[in-house]
Every structure is written in structure tokens, then in C-alpha cells.
């Protein structure tokens, strides 16, 4: 079988369900309120509502890299601000915009080659940025990313 589909398969299953792991990333997402996802409950450490937005900066980041087979800097900031006031429709949106960059970056990885999996996206390996690696690398540590986060989610959801 070619990697391709199952690079594809991974991203799904990290994101909507079925991950071998546990939760996928949308599970761990499911019911929770403005005012939950904005929550500190641990001062230190970023919010559910700053992962969320983090990831949808990467997805982009991860979408425009592979459209123009090119290092191209991070789409956004790192972690962007979440709103002041905590509502729900904000919160919403954060939500749909995830969920958004996410099916953006399926199109495009859908539209790649096998032979494009092999390209290295930028001249030198830099973790923060993200270059240096394969588009192969880069999708598959797109799913990483999802999980990561999901774990934090769910650890956070249990302080909330």
C-alpha cells in the first residue's frame, strides 16, 4: 500500500477518532464551555482554549509548507491570544476555525504525490520552527502535534 493514504489515515484518526493512543483531539474538545476552555488550572501552563488556537496556527503552517513545498514561516503567531471575555460564540469559532485548517490541510496533503513525501522543507533541522524535515515527517508529526495536545486537553478537562 502506498504511504500516502495511510499518512492520511493517521491524520483522520488523530483528529476525528480512532486513534490507537485514545482520544482523538475533537474528542477531547466535545462539551466544553467558553469559560472551561479559558480556564488556568494550572497558572504555568497554557489554556485549552491557547492549545486550540496553537493547533490551528500549525495545521495552517503545516497546509501552506506542503502547498509550496517550501519552509515558509509559521502562519500566525505561536500562540495567539485568546479573547478577553470567555463566550461562547468566540469559543465556537475557535472551534470551527480548528476543525477548518484541519480539513484545509487534508486537501492539500490529499493532493501530493508519493514522490513529494521525500522533499525536505528547509536547509537546516530547527525543532521550533519546524524545518528541516520531509513532508512525510511533517505529516506525521502533524498527527504527533493533535495527540500531544489531545493528552493535554484531556488532563486539563479533569482540573476544570
Known amino acids: 500500500m502506498p504511504e500516502l493514504p495511510r499518512l492520511l489515515d493517521q491524520l483522520e ?3 476525528h477518532g480512532d486513534a490507537w493512543s485514545g482520544p482523538s483531539l475533537l474528542a477531547t ?3 466544553l464551555s467558553a469559560d472551561q476552555a479559558a480556564a488556568r488550572p494550572i497558572p504555568s501552563a497554557h489554556s485549552i482554549w491557547e492549545l486550540v488556537l496553537h493547533l490551528r496556527t500549525w495545521a495552517d503552517t503545516v497546509r501552506v509548507r506542503i ?3 517550501y519552509h515558509v514561516l509559521i ?3 505561536d500562540w495567539p491570544a485568546v479573547p478577553l471575555v470567555a463566550d461562547e460564540t468566540a469559543w465556537q469559532t475557535a472551534l470551527s476555525e480548528l476543525s477548518k485548517a484541519h480539513e484545509q490541510l487534508m ?3 490529499q493532493a501530493l504525490s508519493e514522490k513529494d513525501l521525500a522533499q525536505v522543507l528547509g536547509a537546516e533541522r530547527n525543532r521550533p ?5 520531509s513532508v512525510y515527517v511533517l505529516l506525521h508529526g502533524t498527527a504527533q502535534h493533535y495527540l500531544y495536545h489531545a493528552g493535554q486537553v484531556a488532563l ?4 476544570v
Open 13 to 15: 484518526r488523530a483528529f
Open 29 to 31: 474538545l466535545v462539551g
Open 67 to 69: 502547498e509550496q513545498r
Open 75 to 77: 502562519e500566525g503567531e
Open 107 to 109: 486537501t492539500a496533503a
Open 129 to 133: 520552527d519546524g524545518s528541516g524535515v
Open 156 to 159: 486539563l478537562r479533569k482540573l
